[in-house]
């Protein structure tokens, strides 16, 4: 992590790639569900990438790096829980979800798709609003899946951001 | 739901990477807070009043206000320890800190409490007396406070109650500890007019923990 703190590419690749291989396990144990588990890791790395210069190297890694993440799945518990409480019928069934009409976005979530960067916004729309898998987004533009991947997660992460920011 | 593969994602971290200056350690940050915290706060008291007549030698003089000045003195750093300990993910020192801190504050509670029931730590008297020092120690802490919640926002705090609490006590006790040897005596004065603003402002940072403290 020091060296990471430096700017060295290598190294913070095979840090993160350890982190990711000792945490997955251990969100697993406290989450179970396959789908938290993996949301909440990709929050862990996330948080411990924006928290790098806090970090304090007279001090061991490991207690640092596993609170972030014990903290990233109370978070990803409290959501889940959340968003099970204001599910429509009470079902969680991914299969029924899919089925279910594209969205209407609020007035907020409008606002704050407006700020989004243009690529990001239109990966989201397709994907989270007019119902399009990923594949068919990505082929109706003309990019990789994985291109359309990436977009839509960084365009929910800065609406994330924004929509949190409006709340406080 | 999309979401990137670990692999993806960690190269997308790894591309994303630029160097950063990492924080100061808690030692070091803690000395310059308690150092330059310190020195307004005198500062600022010497330009609003003069200092008691006679303080410094009274220190010397009578061991038991000596004793309960050290232990209201010391108030600020293991505070300041606390605070900062609070906000460093994995820290085990906090709960070390915290417990050190409310220890002196008891035994300074205890030994002003035992000088207002039982005999003074000094001879009674209102030589001295500041005539705001209530407020003076409100605001004369808020810079400290202030300076002591700008070190913890550069941190990772995922404790944030605690770690404004903290700060708050350890910015309104410098006041309070110079207050004790500036201002008049008077144990009952010292638990109303120079303590019980520290409990005030220590509820109050505690108040603004979730405005002031960013949610990580």
């Known amino acids: 992590m020091t060296a990471a703190q430096a700017g060295d590419r290598e190294s913070y690749q095979r840090l993160l ?40 190297a007279s001090r061991p890694f490991k207690p640092w790096a596993y609170t972030l993440a014990r903290y990233k799945a109370i978070d990803t518990i409290r ?74 997660h960084r365009g929910l992460r800065h609406l994330r951001a924004q929509l949190a920011q409006h709340l406080r | 739901m999309n979401r990137l593969t670990p692999a993806e994602q960690i190269q997308e971290l790894v591309d994303d990477l630029t160097p950063v200056t990492p924080i100061a350690r808690v030692g070091r940050v803690t000395a310059q807070w308690v150092v330059g915290s310190s020195a307004f706060v005198v500062i600022a008291m010497l330009a609003l009043g003069p200092l008691r007549e006679g303080c410094l030698g009274e220190l010397i003089a009578h061991p038991r206000f000596l004793t309960e000045t050290l232990l209201m003195a010391l108030v600020p750093i293991f505070a300041s320890v606390t605070a900062l300990e609070c906000a460093v993910p994995g820290g085990t020192k906090a709960r ?59 941190r990772f705090a995922l404790d944030r109650l605690r770690a404004a609490v903290f700060a708050g006590l350890a910015g309104a006790a410098i006041p309070a500890v110079i207050m004790q040897i500036a201002c008049m005596v008077t144990p009952s004065h010292v638990l109303t007019h120079h303590a019980f603003p520290v409990l005030l402002l220590a509820l109050a940072t505690a108040g603004l923990a979730g405005a002031v403290l960013p949610r990580r």
């Open chain 1, 17 to 56: 790639c350890e982190i990711e291989a000792a945490l997955g396990p251990y969100l697993r144990r406290l989450l179970g569900a396959r789908e938290l588990h993996e949301d909440c890791l990709q929050e862990c790395l996330l948080a411990i990438h924006n928290a790098r210069h806090t970090y304090d």
């Open chain 1, 79 to 152: 959501r889940s829980s959340t968003r099970r409480r204001y599910e429509p019928d009470g079902t969680c069934d991914p299969a029924e979800k899919a089925s279910v009409a594209p969205v209407e976005p609020s007035l907020d979530t409008t606002r704050a798709l407006d700020g989004l960067d243009p690529k990001y916004r239109e990966a989201v729309l397709l994907t989270k609003l007019e119902g399009y898998t990923v594949e068919e987004a990505a082929a109706k533009i003309g990019i990789t899946r994985a291109a359309m991947r990436s977009r839509v």
């Open chain 2, 96 to 154: 070390f800190f915290a417990g050190a801190t409310l220890a002196l504050v008891a035994g300074w509670c205890a030994a002003v409490t035992y000088s207002y029931l039982v005999e003074p730590s000094l001879p009674l008297s209102m030589a001295g007396k500041r005539e705001y020092c209530f407020y003076e120690t409100l605001v004369l802490s808020l810079v400290p406070i202030g300076l002591a919640l700008a070190a913890i926002r550069r």
